[in-house]
């Protein structure tokens, strides 16, 4: 016997035994199959031609805070750097015990993500933790972003405009 029969006889068996009818089973098995001699040609065509495609600038700026030694900061004396934060990945995060580190600060901080492009506006934002350890190097930990928040900027200006009124 042919292995495909034998398996939709199976399958016939098990679906009856499950309350259903052949009938049933027939409608489920035949609406997996695809008729390739009746394709719509025009839903073909349609999905092969090319759109026009403009682009858009998008500026993205990230914002956050860092330890910096208090002499430096007063005298605006600080470098690139200064400003270097070594991000420990998730995987990673589990290795190390960093309560048994020697950190010269460990502190919460914020991270905020603003993307702009023409008058939508969107930000997210996550929190970590910064280890200034003992050697100088600073280490973070961000935990997972928030979702987007976007603004368009004419419901913005409505907003303002409701306000003045």
């Not at 009746?38 to 858009?56: A, H, P, Q, S, T």
């Not at 995060?93 to 603003?114: G, M, N, R, V, Y």
Request: hydrophobic share 35%; proline share 1%.
């Amino acid at each position: 016997m042919n292995m495909k029969i034998y398996g939709i006889k199976c399958l016939l068996i098990a679906l009856s035994l499950a309350g259903l009818s052949a009938s049933a089973v027939t409608s489920i098995v035949s609406a997996q199959h695809t008729d390739v001699f009746n394709i719509d040609f025009e839903k073909k065509k349609k999905r092969n031609e090319k759109k026009d495609i403009g682009y858009l600038e998008v500026e993205e700026k990230i914002i956050y805070s860092i330890a910096i030694e208090k002499d430096k900061l007063d005298n605006n004396d600080f470098s690139v750097y200064d400003l270097e934060m070594i991000e420990i990945p998730e995987e990673d995060s589990t290795k190390f015990a960093w309560h048994q580190i020697e950190c010269t600060l460990e502190k919460s901080i914020t991270q905020t993500q603003i993307r702009s492009a023409g008058d939508l506006e969107c930000d997210r934002s996550r929190k970590g933790t910064l280890y200034w350890l003992a050697d100088g190097k600073k280490h973070v930990h961000w935990g997972a972003w928030t979702f987007w928040k976007c603004i368009k900027g004419d419901d913005d200006k409505d907003s303002e405009d409701d306000d003045k009124e």
